[in-house]
C-alpha cells in the first residue's frame, strides 16, 4: 500500500513537471525520453521494494543500492522543488480565472503561464540536480575534522586538554567502501585519542551490513578505550520484523556482538568510570531515546543508578531530542551530552558564520556545540550517509573535541 501511495505521489509530481515543461521539450522524441527515464526510476523503486531484504549482503550491492535509492531521489526532490513555481503560477492562474468567470471582470488576461516560471522551475530544477550529482561525486567521502573546545565546570585542571574522537551515523549498510573507512581510522589514529566515542546507527538495518568493516573499525585506538550506544537504526525495527520474535532477537544479539568485535564498550542505559590517576569521570550510556515516534528504550534512570554524582558527567545518547526533551526537561545532572542522529541532513550551509541545514526546523540542536546555563550538548553531523549517497555543504564529521576546566 505505501509503495503504491509512493509511486502515485511521484506519478503526480512527474506529470505536473512534465506538463509544465512539455512546450520546451517540443520534439516527440525528447517527450518519450522524459518518460522513458521516469518509468524506468519507477521500475528500479519496486525492484529495490521487493528484493532489498531477500538479497545477499555485500559492500558493493549495499553500494548500489545506495547510489541507485539516490539517483531516484535527487532526480524527484528537484522535480518537486522545480514545481513550486509553477503551483504559485497556478494559484495565480486560478484567481485570474475565477475572476473572469465569476464577477465577469474583463477578459484582458494573460492565462498562460508565466514563462519566467517555467523559466524558472526549469533552472531550480537543474540546479539542485547538478548540485545533488556532484555531492555524490565529492562531499560523500570528504572527511571532515571539526576541532572543538568545550569548558566543563567540574572538569579537573589535570585533564584540560583531554581529547575525546566523537564520531557517529556510520550507516555501515550504505557507507559503500571498506577502503574509505581505513582512511577514517588513519585519520583518527593519527590524531592520538585519549577517548573514541561512537554515538549509535551502526547500520541502516540489519547487523550484516556491518560484518565486513568490524576489523577495520577495530584498528581505533584511544588510551582510555572506546565506548559506543545503540542509534534508532541498530535495533532492526525498519525491517518490518516485530520485536519479540526469534529473527529480532538474533539480529540485535548479533549487532550487539560486531560492536565488541570491534573493539567498542556498548553502554546500554550504564555507566562507566574512567580512571587517569587520582581523577575520574563518568561516562554514561543511553540506548536509543527519540522525540516523536522513534523508539525510546533509553533509560538516563536506570544509567546513573548508584553513580557518584560529583564527578563530571558526559552522556552518550543518540537522538538530540533526549537533551531538550529528557536531560533539561527534568534538570539531570549531566555536564555534556554527546550525540549524532540529524547527519545535519546531509545539506546545508556550514562555515564560520554560517550554519543553515533544512533540518533544524525539526532539531534545534543539529550540529556543533550548544549550551543552556551549564549544561552542553554536541551535536555529530554523522560520518555516512542514509537515502541520498553524498554531501552538501555539510561533510562527514570526525569531531575532535577538547575537553577543558573553566
Ligand atoms: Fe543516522
Ligand atoms: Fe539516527
Same mark, same amino acid.
Given at each position: ?5 509512493? =509511486?502515485?505521489?511521484?506519478? =503526480?509530481?512527474?506529470? /505536473?513537471? /512534465? ?6 521539450? @517540443? ?95 526549469? =533552472? %531550480? ?23 572543538? #573546545? ?9 585533564? @584540560? ?16 567502501? &571498506? ?28 547487523? $550484516?551490513?556491518?560484518?565486513? !568493516? ?18 534508532? $537504526? #541498530? !535495533? ?42 587520582? #581523577?575520574?569521570?563518568?561516562? %554514561?550510556?543511553?540506548? @536509543? ?18 553513580? #557518584? ?12 531530542? $533526549?537533551?531538550?526533551? &529528557?536531560?533539561?526537561?527534568? @534538570? ?8 549524532? $542522529? ?27 556545540? !550548544? ?7 554536541? &551535536? ?13 555543504? =555539510? ?12
Amino acid at each position: 500500500m505505501k509503495l503504491i501511495v509512493t =509511486i502515485l505521489i511521484l506519478l =503526480i509530481v512527474d506529470y /505536473y513537471f /512534465y506538463s509544465a515543461i512539455s512546450t520546451i521539450l @517540443n520534439n516527440y522524441i525528447l517527450k518519450i525520453i522524459y518518460w522513458l527515464i521516469s518509468f524506468s526510476f519507477y521500475l528500479a523503486i519496486l525492484y529495490i521494494f521487493l528484493n532489498y531484504y531477500e538479497q545477499d549482503y555485500s559492500v558493493e550491492s549495499g553500494n548500489n543500492l545506495i547510489i541507485c535509492t539516490s539517483l531516484i531521489l535527487i532526480i524527484f526532490v528537484s522535480k518537486f522543488l522545480g514545481i513550486v513555481p509553477l503551483i504559485i503560477d497556478d494559484i495565480i492562474r486560478s484567481f485570474k480565472l475565477l475572476n473572469i468567470f465569476l464577477f465577469k471582470i474583463d477578459t484582458h488576461y494573460n492565462v498562460d503561464r508565466l514563462k519566467f516560471l517555467k523559466q524558472t522551475a526549469v =533552472i %531550480i530544477s537543474s540546479l539542485l540536480f547538478s548540485t545533488m550529482l556532484l555531492g555524490m561525486k565529492f562531499g560523500r567521502y570528504n572527511f571532515k575534522k571539526n576541532f572543538q #573546545d568545550i569548558y566543563l565546570k567540574k572538569w579537573p585542571k589535570s585533564l @584540560n586538554g583531554y581529547k575525546i574522537i566523537h564520531i557517529s551515523d556510520l550507516h555501515l549498510g550504505s557507507f559503500g567502501s &571498506v577502503e574509505k573507512l581505513e582512511e577514517v581510522v588513519k585519520i583518527i589514529n593519527e590524531e592520538v585519542a585519549d577517548l573514541i566515542v561512537f554515538t549509535g546507527d551502526l547500520v541502516n538495518n540489519s547487523f $550484516h551490513e556491518a560484518t565486513a !568493516y568490524i576489523n577495520t573499525l577495530n584498528k581505533l585506538i584511544a588510551k582510555d578505550g572506546k565506548f559506543s550506544v545503540l542509534g534508532n $537504526h #541498530d !535495533y532492526g525495527d525498519y525491517r518490518g520484523i516485530k520485536r519479540g520474535t526469534k529473527v529480532w532477537e538474533e539480529n540485535f544479539q548479533n549487532l550487539k556482538n560486531l560492536e565488541k568485535d570491534a573493539g567498542f564498550q556498548l553502554l546500554l542505559n550504564e555507566t562507566i568510570t574512567i580512571n587517569r590517576s587520582e #581523577d575520574k569521570f563518568n561516562l %554514561i550510556g543511553v540506548e @536509543n531515546w527519540g522525540a516523536g515516534n522513534f523508539n525510546k528504550d533509553g533509560d538516563i534512570d536506570s544509567a546513573i543508578t548508584n553513580i #557518584d554524582q560529583s564527578l563530571p558527567n558526559i552522556l552518550l545518547s543518540h537522538d538530540p531530542s $533526549h537533551w531538550s526533551q &529528557v536531560i533539561l526537561k527534568k @534538570n539531570y545532572n549531566i555536564d555534556l551530552q554527546l550525540s549524532g $542522529h540529524t547527519h545535519g541532513m546531509q545539506f546545508g550551509v556550514d562555515i564560520p558564520g554560517i550554519k543553515w541545514s533544512p533540518v533544524q526546523y525539526r532539531y534545534k540542536q543539529w550540529a556543533g556545540l !550548544y549550551r543552556k546555563d551549564q549544561k552542553q550538548i554536541y &551535536v555529530n553531523r554523522g560520518l555516512g550517509s542514509l537515502g541520498y549517497a553524498g554531501r552538501v555543504g =555539510i561533510m562527514p564529521d570526525i569531531s575532535i573535541l577538547n575537553i577543558r576546566s573553566v
